[in-house]
């Protein structure tokens, strides 16, 4: 009878490993000691950049349109600078998820600075989804072009901006009672 031929398994992988988990996961007694959001950071901070950097092809794109479409070269610049204020909500956005990420890894995300954070997000939405609306009305007022897939966009851009002002209405009320709760708890214990 043939034994299959086996590799003794290097246990200093396995050591690592577990090391590893022990160093960044952090459980102890099965309750979560501090988390990690390095790479929700990162993927922030990667997002933002790739919004700001669009600001650079907006432009470039912004010149070769008025080059390519001589009869639409006066509407150049306002388009790209309402392209460019259109991303801002975004950016803004991610910012405030960036120093959310931060109260949880100070773990102080029940806090009332955390409800002021939900407050601008929510603040942010109501003002992106204004400017959305008085864009798209002001846009097919004056522009020539009035292509369907334009005004998708713009249905498409208030529908988003509108759901996260609902999303952090409703974030905000749960956060708030969540906050009560752990007032009260604190003081019966």
Known sequence: MCRPATT????????????????HVMFEGGTLM?????????VLVIFGLGIVLSWLLLWSESDYSAAYWPEMAHLQYPILVGSIIATLPFLAILIIAYQFLLLVERRT?????????????????????????????????????????????????????????????????????????WDENQLTV
């Open 8 to 23: 003794p398994i290097d246990m200093s992988i396995i050591d690592k490993l577990l090391s590893f988990i022990d160093n």
């Open 109 to 181: 995300v029940f806090t009332h600075r955390a409800l002021t954070l939900i407050g601008r997000a929510q603040w942010v939405c109501i003002a992106a989804t204004i400017y959305y609306v008085s864009a798209t009305i002001w846009f097919m007022c004056v522009s020539p072009l009035q292509h369907i897939s334009i005004l998708l966009m713009a249905i498409f851009m208030v529908t988003l901006s509108a759901g996260g002002t609902v999303f952090f209405l409703v974030t905000g009320h749960i956060f708030r009672a969540a906050i009560a709760a």
């Open 34 to 42: 501090k988390p990690h959001t390095i790479i929700a950071r990162v």
